[in-house]
């Protein structure tokens, strides 16, 4: 057989066999469809990456030796920011490719060509579990060594597509070519944390009874101290039962063992499993509502962080396969590129953004017109001109007025 499979290539455990295991995955991750209890923190990560993504419009940009211009009548943009396909809105699209991409560490999207004009139609997204990635080391189809995504259909059907012709947005990856979910990485993590709820709760349901001993004076059978023990236990068991007061024979002492939840670090260990759940999407703590470390003041720095810690590089992953695959190549080498639009996220309060105007304008590098449209407002007449302070001057001119000035009176010196 000349092809071999890319899930299988080499001696790694692939996505393509965890895909096998998603029950498993899932019931670890109390995210499974029979399950009542979810995982809060990872649906939450995925939400928010999935908002995040989705409400950022994207632009078509054309860089060259003049510097950027935005390009607002492109037709790609059109299909970008509003109507992918017929079937979908693009705020849709964009959150169920991020989720795919997040959940299963992969998502594929299938970009539809006019055939005649060669102009992009449509986009459409992939469940990426129909998904094979295939290396032809024998050249049947093609060039050797060449790979090749086949894609199956609802009924079956396979089809063959070389790698420019599909769009493959990767989570975490160990070898560039395939990302792997967030919650195979979590799935101890997780499965740790439902153990301690699920201490928590047989706490809770025990009366907060926990271990102890029954110290006695005599001997009794081994039959007479087990049907003490459980006596005591069915006095005590349930949260109805519990802060109530059971006698005890005489002659007989129950001493607790001092192990409360506070002993067993239990806040301690609930809060570090959603800091590393968080930790591994990339997600700030406050944005999953633990503030224990947030304060008023700094939240707004924290989302400025998290668009450079996270954001940032999933924007650029976003752009790098767009701008490759949906422009024909005399547009990328003219410096057509795909960019997301991140200034609603950079935006500041309303007198910083009006101090930086202002400092902006009077350096003479921003025109009014040009701070006003970053404002949402027209343009006013004569408001493209750069103005600037009249006082300013180069350092090698300072000085040449007042030269030029004793000049033209003659030359006469300090003591005349």
Not at 234 to 239: L, R, T
């Amino acid at each position: 057989m000349g092809l071999k499979n890319w899930f299988r290539f080499g001696n790694k455990r692939t996505v393509m066999e965890l895909n096998k295991d998603d029950d498993a995955i899932l019931k670890a991750l109390g995210i499974n469809e029979t399950a009542n209890a979810k995982e809060a923190t990872y649906f939450t990560c995925l939400r928010i990456l999935s908002d995040s993504v989705s409400k950022i419009s994207l632009e078509i940009i054309e860089r060259n030796g003049d510097g950027i211009k935005k390009h607002y009548g492109h037709k790609l943009e059109k299909i970008l920011n509003l109507k992918p396909n017929p079937y979908m809105s693009a705020n849709d699209f964009w959150k169920a490719v991020e989720h795919q991409r997040n959940d299963q560490g992969n998502a594929v999207v299938l970009p539809f060509f006019n055939a005649r004009t060669g102009v992009l139609e449509h986009l459409y997204p992939v469940d990426f579990k129909n998904v094979e990635l295939w290396i032809d080391n024998k050249g049947i189809l093609g060039d050797p060594d060449q790979f090749y995504y086949i894609i199956k259909d609802k009924l079956g059907n396979r089809y063959k597509y070389h790698p420019d012709d599909v769009l493959h947005f990767k989570g975490v990856t160990y070898d560039g070519m395939i990302g792997v979910p967030v919650k195979v990485v979590l799935a101890s993590l997780i499965e740790g944390n439902k153990g301690a709820q699920d201490y928590v709760k047989n706490f809770m349901e025990n009366g907060m009874f926990g271990s102890g001993t029954i110290q006695y004076t005599g001997d009794i059978s081994d039959n007479s101290a087990k049907n003490l023990a459980e006596k005591l236990f069915e006095n005590v068991k349930s949260v109805r039962n519990a802060g109530k007061i059971f006698p005890m024979p005489v002659g007989f002492q129950y001493q607790p063992m001092k192990l409360t939840m506070a002993d067993a670090q239990f806040l301690e260990l609930s809060q570090l499993s959603v800091r590393q759940i968080a930790g591994a999407f990339g997600i700030k703590l406050h944005q999953v509502n633990d503030l224990s470390k947030s304060s008023f003041s700094s939240i707004s720095e924290q989302n400025r962080e998290f668009y450079i810690d996270t954001l940032l590089a999933i924007f650029k992953m976003y752009e790098c396969e767009m701008s490759y695959k949906l422009f024909h190549d005399h547009e990328i080498d003219k410096g057509f590129r795909v960019k997301f639009s991140v200034d609603n996220i950079l935006r500041a309060d309303i007198k910083t953004r009006y101090e930086a105007y202002r400092i902006a304008i009077n350096a003479g590098f921003k025109t009014p017109n040009e701070c006003r449209k970053l404002e949402g407002d027209p343009a006013v007449p004569e408001g493209d001109d750069l103005i600037c302070n009249g006082n300013m001057q180069k350092v090698r001119d300072i000085g040449v007025f007042y030269k030029n000035k004793e000049g033209k009176s003659g030359g006469k010196g300090k003591d005349e």
